[in-house]
């Protein structure tokens, strides 16, 4: 059992760091001009500096999966990297963004608003987000094909568009993004964005991270 929970550990220990030192969201958005994409590469050195400080404090923890009756240390650290990797259904305060178009309900939000709109999100302080039902990550890949907005290969569907976010200050959140550029942008582009303080639930990510270097180890006979 010891080896399984270790093997599950590192495999959840890569998955964070997959996460964490990729992009943002894949493919920068078109709209950002050299200030906010400063802003947002600023914003990923600091979370890479997090990082590095959370590899450290997680390598002292896989330690104690070798010691006798380390188990309740071992699920400890195991349900902490899941929640760390977005594995985790995150229930709380938060902010329920909703985009709309007054004139056409039909349409799409363009995947490169969805994108500003997100990253300004998590500048504002947002801890997690999901679009509907898809859980986003660093990794999370939004494009258009056949005029449908794709949110890791889902539709985000048409307009309106929810998009639910978790933040430890939901009201200083709130104001941040009603004041950043994507709310700037969406109102030029002829969108409505409404932002609404309530308890909300962000699904965990239920895909799979893409791993070369790290694999669960398997149980091993006694």
């Known amino acids: 059992m010891k080896h399984v929970l270790i093997g599950t550990a590192v495999f959840l220990f ?11 969201l894949t493919s920068s958005p078109a709209y950002e001009d050299e200030g ?3 802003q947002l590469l600023l914003y990923e ?14 390598e ?18 195991v ?7 977005s594995l985790t259904e995150i229930s ?11 004139n056409d309900e039909g349409i799409h939000l363009p995947p490169d608003l ?32 056949n005029g449908r907005t794709l949110v890791d290969g889902h539709s985000a569907g048409s307009l309106p568009v929810a998009i639910s976010l978790t933040a430890p200050s939901p009201e200083l959140a709130k104001d941040r993004i009603n004041a950043s550029e994507a709310a700037m942008l969406l109102k030029s582009e002829g969108f409505e964005l409404t932002l609404e303080l309530k308890q909300v639930d962000v699904p965990g990510f239920d895909g799979s991270y893409r791993l070369q270097t790290a694999e669960p180890a398997e149980e091993e006979d006694e």
């Open 14 to 24: 890569t998955a964070v760091c997959s996460h964490a030192l990729g992009s943002s």
């Open 92 to 102: 709380g305060d938060g902010i329920v963004l909703t985009v709309f178009d007054p």
């Open 114 to 145: 969805l994108r500003l709109l997100l990253n300004d999100s998590f500048q504002a302080g947002a801890e997690a987000a999901s679009v509907g039902q898809e859980r986003i990550t660093a990794r999370t890949s939004i494009r258009e094909v």
């Open 60 to 77: 002292r923890r896989l330690a104690l999966l070798d010691e006798p009756d380390s188990t309740p240390a071992a699920d400890s650290a």
């Open 79 to 85: 349900k902490r990297l899941e929640a760390a990797a």
């Open 36 to 38: 906010s994409l400063q």
């Open 45 to 58: 050195a600091e979370r890479q500096e997090e990082l590095l400080a959370e590899a450290a404090m997680l």
